[in-house]
């Protein structure tokens, strides 16, 4: 081996630079690369093309809460394994490396804080956890933001973000549809306002049960929303779906959602809602002294 060869190494593990893996974001829509830094501190909307990314449960907190502050509401435990299930890999391991992907312990993360002064509830599904699944905890997750909801008085805002019923579990996940579903009329009975923003993607038993029972139906832009997917359809009825078909514009303008909002407007129009709803005084006229909200039970 001569000198060349022996020394070059050395200089390459000198020059090499260290570059984390998500130091670049690649916009799904127009191949454009930009900084994460620069889209983490756009909510995780494109700059350029204004495609709305997914964002993590901790950061939609954070997006809606007045000072990025709030009370975490505690969901009861459930069997993390009930079918003991295994297919490719067994179910157990799934979870495990979803809640070290995470950080969540499942799909739904709950805060109780205050948007513009007004105590609500939000609950937030975060897809990056097996595909934001609705199983047991997920299900349990919902009926506790609820229930909270009904006991503090205040409305309840759910951000959705899945592909279904978790497999996993079987007819398990499949009983969280009709649980849901009387707990958000529990919610309605008590005549506090149920909003729900539907985000990319939401789809399957979510969207057939608790996300499409609100008062009032967000979606952020291009968000697809529906029961099966495209694809599924067009290959049962052997048609061609028209163009932009269960995106959330073609929704909107065919009268299964309310609006949709950008993700920057989203926290002024989720508070004017709430107050419209509570027949509660505008934000800007319910000017007080700051009152420190009693942590949930």
Not at 157 to 166: C, I, K, N, P, Y
Not at 167 to 179: A, H, K, N, T
Not at 264 to 276: D, G, K, Q
């Amino acid at each position: 081996m001569n000198w060349f060869s022996n020394v070059r190494p050395k200089i390459r593990g000198m020059l090499r630079r260290e570059v984390p893996e998500n130091l670049w974001i690649k916009c799904p829509e127009t191949g454009q690369l930009v900084f994460y830094k620069d889209v983490e501190a756009n909510q995780f909307v494109i700059p350029g093309s204004n495609y709305h990314m997914r964002m993590s449960a901790t950061a939609r907190l954070k997006s809606i809460f007045d000072n990025e502050t709030w009370f975490d509401v505690a969901v009861p435990d459930v069997p993390a394994d009930p079918l003991k299930f295994r297919d490719e890999r067994r179910y157990a391991d799934r979870l495990k490396d979803a809640r070290s992907k995470t950080g969540l312990n499942d799909a739904i993360k709950l805060g109780y804080g205050k948007l513009d002064r007004l105590p609500i509830v939000a609950g937030v599904q975060d897809f990056d956890f097996m595909g934001g699944s609705l199983g047991m905890a997920a299900g349990e997750a919902i009926i506790k933001g609820l229930t909270t909801a009904v006991e503090k008085g205040c409305p309840f805002v759910l951000f959705a973000a899945s592909g279904g019923a978790r497999m996993q579990e079987g007819i398990l996940s499949l009983m969280q549809l009709p649980r849901t579903t009387i707990a958000v009329q529990n919610l309605h009975e008590a005549r506090k306002p149920y909003i729900v923003v539907l985000s990319n993607p939401t789809t399957g038993g979510v969207t057939a049960s608790y996300a499409m029972l609100g008062d009032v139906h967000i979606a952020e832009p291009g968000a697809l929303i529906g029961f099966a997917g495209p694809r599924v359809i067009e290959q049962t009825i052997r048609e061609k779906l028209p163009e932009g078909f269960q995106r959330a514009e073609y929704l909107r303008d065919h009268g299964m959602v309310d609006m949709v909002v950008h993700r920057h407007a989203l926290r002024e129009t989720i508070s004017r809602l709430c107050r419209l709803l509570l027949k509660a005084p505008a934000a800007e006229a319910a000017e007080q002294p700051p009152v420190s909200l009693p942590a949930p039970a």
